[in-house]
């Protein structure tokens, strides 16, 4: 027997529990947007009525808006940021990786903790600088978590991005033959054509698909802009999650309707994300 087919036999229990359990809820949810929620005593199936209740609705395209203008430039700044990590990081061992890799180990609702203590008006930030004159008081300091944009669910999404992005790109860039970059040097190369013609070739699928990945997760985010704005500004998820918790059960079949939507969206974004890699860096990178 190949080797293939006999990791796929070996995976194949776990793979089918997880197919059982996820598929169905999917499948679940998909019914229960169409109007098939007999648990909470709607039968109408089927029926897009929840689906228009959804696109009808005039908050929904200022959460799409809020949605939008979160993601794109967390996953913009993510990205640009851990490619420069990436880059810098000869070794995943020692101090310097563990501190550059312990963002991946905190949880989001920790990170939201850890972006009031440090960014909010009175947290250590405003409170250092006030103490060394920078600033009046610590009320003065810019309200960054809860102002005007929310600036402070793209830092703490951005937070999260980098190491994970940083370790795409420290993997595949190890793997890269060092050789090319040499003949560059030998041949004149300056530091910015090494990286446009030698390290970016081999670099941008692992850029590419950690963008798709973080975008996605970023379009569907929730705790962080639920915690971070404190329902100011609401976003598709977190929209999607307050009709599935509203104390009218009759809200369920929104709720799904809600996040089908949403998933809808994150397949579309990914989708043109990956077209507009592959148009714009054609080729395998090599």
């Known amino acids: ?21 996820f598929g169905s809820a999917l499948f679940g949810s998909l019914l229960q947007s169409l109007g098939h929620a007999p648990h909470v005593g709607i039968e109408e199936f089927p ?6 209740d959804v696109f009808t609705d005039p908050a929904t395209p200022v ?3 809020r949605t939008l203008l979160t993601a794109l430039p967390a996953t913009l700044i993510g990205s640009i940021l851990g490619v420069a990590v990436g880059l810098a990081w000869p070794a995943r061992r020692g101090l310097a ?3 550059a890799q312990l963002p991946l180990l905190v949880p989001y609702v920790v990170a939201v ?3 009031t203590l440090w960014l909010a008006p009175s947290g250590v930030v405003s409170r250092t600088l006030a103490a060394s004159g920078l600033l009046e008081s610590p009320q003065a300091f810019p309200r960054i978590l809860d102002g005007a944009a929310p600036w402070g669910v793209i830092a703490t999404l951005v937070w999260k991005q980098i190491p994970f992005t940083a370790l795409l790109v420290a993997s595949l860039r190890s793997g890269a033959d060092r050789l090319l970059d040499d003949v560059a040097v030998v041949f004149g190369a300056s530091r910015f054509q090494r990286f446009r013609y030698v390290t970016w ?25 639920l915690l971070l704005d404190g329902g100011t ?15 009218d059960v009759a809200r369920r079949p929104e709720a799904m309707a809600f996040a089908w939507s949403m998933t809808a969206l994150a397949l579309l974004a990914a989708a043109a994300l990956l077209a507009l890699g592959r148009r714009v860096f054609p080729g395998d990178g090599r």
């Open 201 to 225: 070739p081999s670099i941008w699928p692992a850029v590419v698909a950690g963008a798709v990945i973080t975008l996605a997760y970023n379009l569907g985010a929730l705790e962080v802009p």
């Open 47 to 52: 029926t897009l009525r929840h689906y228009r």
């Open 233 to 247: 500004r609401d976003t598709l998820a977190v929209r999607a999650w307050r009709a599935y918790a509203d104390a």
């Open 97 to 99: 990786g563990a501190l």
């Open 1 to 21: 027997m190949k080797r293939r087919a006999r990791v796929v036999l070996g995976l194949a229990p776990a793979l089918a529990t997880l197919a059982l359990v």
């Open 113 to 115: 903790a850890l972006a």
């Open 63 to 65: 959460a799409l808006a």
